[in-house]
């Protein structure tokens, strides 16, 4: 079975902070991706990353950035967290010629 | 997770009872979707898929219809069951256009009445 870890459920953090979300999948994906979720928005792309090191922009990638040192793990960064990017943040991922994306448990994130 | 399920379209069904969801995809180009499942709380978990070379494709009680000429997909549940409350959404991609994206659709919420 696939696998896509998510390094927090919950986060409480503040206005100002920098934030660290990490992803972890153990199945030797190429592709990673950064998605928020939220009510009468549904799921947006941040960010997605196709190999160790490579990244390009999604939709939304304002106020983000990401990273990916190692093929396993794709980070996403909130520089300087705002009360706009409370949010539920999943993390997705998929073999390079496969088209399905599994995802991860999702990190509820809350900026204050 | 709860607030997933705000503003969205919602489908009630009786506990054993078919259910029905519907997707408008808006990509004539698009050739490959999905259905996801989304439990309060949880991250989407895939549940079926097809390709456009076809109209119908089967699981375990549930069924994926894909009609092309007026570009709708619907997922079939059979004989709903208290676990499968959740919000239903289809993703659509265009995998000839060598694009890694799905794009996903706002999704229905599924409650069924025990």
């Known amino acids: 079975d696939v696998k896509v870890t998510q390094s927090s459920r919950y986060l409480v953090k503040r206005t100002g902070e920098k934030v660290f979300l990490e992803c972890v999948q153990d199945m030797d994906h190429e592709n990673m991706f950064w998605y928020r979720q939220d009510p009468g928005l549904g799921l947006r792309l941040i960010y997605f990353?196709?190999?160790?090191?490579?990244?390009e922009k999604g939709d939304i990638p304002e106020g983000y950035s990401v990273s990916r040192e190692k093929k396993e793990r794709f980070s996403l960064i909130l520089e300087s967290a705002s009360t706009n990017q409370t949010s539920m943040y999943l993390c997705?991922?998929?073999?390079?010629?496969?088209?399905?994306?599994?995802f991860g448990p999702g990190t509820r994130l809350t900026v204050l | 997770g709860e607030s997933v399920g705000l503003h969205l379209p919602t489908l009630s069904v009786q506990e054993g009872d078919n259910s029905i969801i519907n997707c408008a995809y808006s990509?004539?180009?698009?050739?490959?979707f999905i259905w996801y499942k989304q439990e309060s709380g949880k991250g989407p978990q895939f549940i079926i898929d097809i390709r456009s070379n076809m109209d119908k494709r089967q699981g375990q009680r549930v069924t994926v219809l894909l009609n092309k000429t007026v570009k709708h997909l619907s997922l079939q549940i059979a004989a709903t069951q208290p676990g499968d409350s959740a919000v239903y959404f289809c993703a659509e991609k265009n995998s000839g256009a060598g694009s890694y994206q799905l794009t996903f659709g706002k999704g229905t919420k599924l409650s069924v009445i025990p």
């Open positions: 990509n004539s180009a698009s050739d490959y």
């Open positions: 997705a991922s998929t073999p390079r010629t496969y088209d399905t994306q599994y």
């Open positions: 990353s196709y190999d160790v090191k490579m990244k």
